[in-house]
């Protein structure tokens, strides 16, 4: 189904007037409000294709109906949410999910919906039918060299799929690791992925980019072969200037202080982007800015201040991605939820008074420099993000719209009660 620029407009009246009240007050304080509004428009955050589904976890997985069964409609959900919000203009494949059959009609079909190709994403965690090696024990650190070499086509497929679609970067994510001590020689497996990835970069177009996730654990449970940024980062430092590190938010031990992995990352020119999601415990995938969006605002903030540092773009420069799952929420209202969230820290990130923070932290003034962070972080933007919602052809609720207009009542109709999303 496709949301009518008509529907939105008139939805955006009834709600006009107050919306208006809420913007000027916000606005007064505010000076540079028409490039933060900008910066706010052109940000768009990429929806992976496997987050369109509801998901599960090892012991169940309860589907809420009318999820897209066929790339077309997880392409037409991400329409959807484009529609709403204006900000989700990017689809992330996930290969062997997601392999379009036809390449060009799939990009016909996004360009349709006003969408690009982003990142493409390469599986070796898990088998499929008909594939001759297991993964059981790995894929690019596997003692087994035919292994090794599987995996390695499957990335260099993966690719290919990427071009024919327009994308110009490669996401890896391995599960390789090991489950128990004496399970693997550390150094063996560091060389064969080595060994591995740099078959990779050199089956990169030129101006493509490979981007390496890390993660502490799970499915391994005892070490992982790419665990931490420190790990991603001698990876990718070696391999070249095309290969970066990619942050994922759930992807770190309790407490680590990812702003300022973040920042060291960049500073490095390293940093490829971000999966975002939020999290208590581990790889939780939970809704952006749920649980700690203190945090998120200290990353953006991290972010806005490294990039202005080195003139980068906030919209294209770095790779801005959604890897969340939706267990007991509808995934198109969970999504609409971590794309704001994402604008909203954004928004107070912009508005933090760097000069003023700098002249703090020049003469070690704790309390002051505090107080300026969490000025901006207290400060409620959520006129701006609607405002540049609205600018851009958006909703000003799309949650709420999204429930009126019965959009998932209406999918539920066209694709039936009983259907299930590719994805974990
Ligand atoms: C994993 C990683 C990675 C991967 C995805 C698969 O975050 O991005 O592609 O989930 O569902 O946890
Ligand atoms: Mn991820
Ligand atoms: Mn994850």
């Avoid at 790995?138 to 086509?153: C, F, M, N, T």
């Avoid at 654990?217 to 991603?232: A, H, K, L, M, R």
């Avoid at 990352?265 to 952006?288: P, W």
């Avoid at 959604?322 to 939820?337: R, T």
């Amino acid at each position: 189904m496709l949301l009518s620029k008509q529907l939105i407009e008139q939805s955006n009246n009834t709600l006009l007037t107050a919306h208006q009240r809420k913007f000027e007050l916000a606005a007064a304080d505010i000076n540079n409000m028409n490039t933060i509004l900008q910066k706010l428009i052109d940000f768009q955050v990429a929806i992976p294709s496997w987050a369109l589904g509801t998901g599960g976890t090892r012991f169940g997985r309860f589907s809420g109906g009318g999820e897209p069964g066929t790339l077309e409609q997880k392409i037409e959900d991400i329409g959807l949410l484009h529609a709403l919000n204006q900000s989700s203009g990017a689809i992330s494949l996930h290969i062997p999910w997601d392999i379009p059959s036809d390449a060009n009609a799939i990009k016909k079909l996004a360009a349709h919906h006003h969408l690009k190709f982003d990142a493409v994403n390469s599986n070796t965690f898990q088998d499929q039918k008909d594939q001759l090696h297991s993964y059981k024990f790995g894929s690019l650190h596997h003692v087994d060299k035919a292994v090794r070499r599987q995996a390695i086509e499957h990335n260099i497929e993966v690719i290919k799929h990427g071009v024919a679609l327009g994308s110009k970067s490669l996401t890896v994510w391995l599960s390789d690791g090991s489950c128990f001590p004496g399970q693997l020689n550390f150094r063996t497996a560091w060389k064969n992925t080595f060994e591995s990835l740099q078959e990779i970069y050199a089956a990169l177009p030129s101006d493509w980019k490979l981007f390496l996730e890390y993660k502490a654990y799970e499915p391994n449970f005892y070490s992982t072969t790419v665990g931490d940024w420190g790990q991603s980062l001698l990876y990718t430092a070696k391999l070249g200037p095309k290969a970066f590190t990619l942050v994922d938010l759930g992807h770190h031990l309790p407490n680590a202080n990812i702003e300022q992995i973040v920042s060291l990352l960049m500073m490095e020119d390293k940093l490829a982007g971000f999966h975002f999601n939020d999290s208590k415990y581990g790889d939780d995938d939970l809704t952006v800015g749920s649980i700690n969006p203190y945090q998120l605002f200290l990353i953006f903030n991290e972010l806005v201040e490294g990039m202005d540092a080195k003139s980068m773009n906030h919209a294209t420069d770095l790779a801005w991605m959604i890897d969340a799952s939706h267990n007991v929420k509808d995934p198109l209202e969970d999504l609409l939820q971590s794309i704001e969230a994402i604008m909203i820290a954004y928004a107070q990130a912009l508005i933090v008074d760097t000069n003023a923070l700098k002249e703090a932290q020049s003469v070690n003034d704790v309390v002051k420099a505090q107080e300026i962070l969490q000025a901006a972080f207290r400060t409620d933007v959520r006129p701006l993000v609607a405002e540049a919602r609205m600018q851009s052809g958006g909703a000003l609720q799309p949650i709420q719209l999204f429930r009126s207009l019965k959009v998932r009542e209406q999918l539920i109709q066209e694709r039936g009660v009983v259907t299930v999303a590719t994805g974990l």
